[in-house]
C-alpha cells in the first residue's frame, strides 16, 4: 500500500498541461516576488546612505559657516586699535622719552655688526658639485658614438 500512494503522487497523468502552466505562472511571480523586493532593498539602502550624506554635508556646511565666523572674530579682536585699548586696560601706556634708559657698553661698536653680514656676503662661495656644461647636441653626439661602437662590437 505505501508503494500505491507513491506511485500515485508521481504518475504522469496527474500533472496535465493546464497545472504545468499554472505552476510556472506562480513560480515566475515568485520570482518576480523575491526581485522585487531585492530591488527595493536595495533602492531602501541607497537613498538611506544618501539621507546620511546629505545631513553630514550639511553638518560640513555649518561647520565651515561656524570657523569662518571665529576666524572673523579673532581677525576683530587682533585690530591695533583693540590690542592698544586691551593694553591700556591692563596697566600698560605708551612710552615717552622719559621712560627710555639707555645703556653704555665700552667696546661696543654697533656699526661692527653690519661689516660683519656684508664681510660674510663679499665672500665668494666654493661648491665642491662638478660644473655641468654639456649641451643637447653633445649629449645626441656623445649617445651616437655609444651606439656606433656597439654595432661595431656586434659586427666583429
Not at 50 to 67: V, Y
Amino acid at each position: 500500500m505505501t508503494h500505491n500512494w507513491f506511485q500515485h503522487t508521481l504518475s504522469r497523468r496527474r500533472f496535465h498541461s493546464r497545472n504545468q502552466a499554472a505552476t510556472l505562472a506562480v513560480l515566475g511571480v515568485a520570482i518576480m516576488l523575491v526581485l522585487g523586493s531585492v530591488y527595493l532593498s536595495q533602492v531602501a539602502s541607497f537613498a538611506i546612505t544618501n539621507r546620511a550624506i546629505e545631513d553630514l554635508i550639511a553638518q560640513r556646511d555649518e561647520l565651515k559657516h561656524t570657523n569662518d565666523q571665529l576666524i572673523a572674530e579673532v581677525a576683530r579682536y587682533r585690530t591695533v586699535p583693540r590690542l592698544f585699548a586691551r593694553a591700556e586696560e591692563i596697566g600698560f601706556r605708551p612710552a615717552t622719552n622719559l621712560d627710555i634708559d639707555y645703556v653704555v657698553i665700552e667696546g661696543y661698536a654697533p656699526d661692527s655688526a653690519r661689516d660683519f653680514v656684508v664681510g660674510v656676503a663679499s665672500q665668494p662661495v666654493t661648491s665642491d658639485a662638478p660644473s655641468y656644461d654639456q649641451t643637447f647636441a653633445s649629449w645626441l653626439e656623445q649617445q651616437w658614438a655609444q651606439v656606433r661602437a656597439q654595432l661595431n662590437a656586434f659586427g666583429n
